[in-house]
């Protein structure tokens, strides 16, 4: 079983948009980490987070992105002004290893 | 430059036909290397994890090995339910941080 929940599995959503990504870890962990797989390609890191903070970030990850923990047990990854590649799997993955199910962003 | 190779990227195989599945890098200062299987829509499965040359892991029919150049994915007597991606990655140390770098995967269809 995965050590955390995605949600939405799917989202389709409109260029421009802003989407948020959630991940609800199923135990505390302190590094959280967030890739992308486009349809076919690599899994890709996006940026990882430690402590409540970005520790690093890809060049992909840029000023439309943002990570937050809301909560203290969420984290969530935000899309400002989506773009239509943007469309790809986001996973996020505890301690950087071990990824969660995924969601599948599909902008249109 | 940090650098993972997959190969081959696809490979088809009869259900009992063994075979193996080969990881390059080309990282300087490895901490782990990792194997995952990978359905299509679902996320990569966390198989193995090897940290030093002349280490092997073994699961059901997958034995990982590897080397300071390469690892080695090898599948003895497959069975259909083995078809999937596997992907490999690489754990390197930078500026105090662990980064992860993943192959392209090898897609396994194994025919009954």
């Known amino acids: 079983e995965p050590e955390v929940t995605q949600t939405p599995s799917h989202q389709v959503t409109q260029m421009g948009q802003e989407v948020i990504l959630r991940c609800v870890p199923i135990?505390?962990?302190?590094?959280f980490y967030w890739y992308r797989q486009i349809l076919g390609q690599k899994v890709e890191f996006l940026v990882s987070?430690?402590?409540?903070?970005?520790?690093?970030k890809s060049e992909i990850f840029d000023d439309q992105f943002s990570v937050e923990r809301p909560d203290g047990s969420n984290f969530t990854l935000k899309i400002r002004s989506t773009k239509l590649e943007d469309s790809a799997m986001y996973f996020c993955?505890?301690?950087?290893?071990?990824f969660g199910s995924g969601t599948r962003l599909t902008v249109v | 430059e940090d650098q993972v190779t997959q190969s081959p990227e696809a490979l088809r195989l009869q259900e009992g036909e063994s075979s193996s599945l080969n990881c390059s890098y080309t990282v300087s200062g490895l901490r782990g290397l990792f194997w995952y299987r990978q359905d299509p829509g679902k996320g990569p499965e966390f198989l193995f994890t090897?940290?030093?040359a002349g280490e092997e892991k073994e699961k059901e029919r997958l034995k990982a090995t590897l080397t300071k150049k390469e690892s080695f994915l090898h599948i003895t007597a497959p069975k259909p339910e083995d078809s999937a991606t596997y992907l490999c990655a690489v754990q390197v140390l930078r500026d105090n941080f662990n980064k992860f770098y993943f192959g392209s995967g090898t897609k396994l269809n194994v025919k009954p």
């Open positions: 135990s505390n962990h302190l590094y």
């Open positions: 987070f430690y402590n409540n903070e970005i520790s690093e």
């Open positions: 993955a505890p301690e950087g290893y071990t």
């Open positions: 090897l940290y030093s």
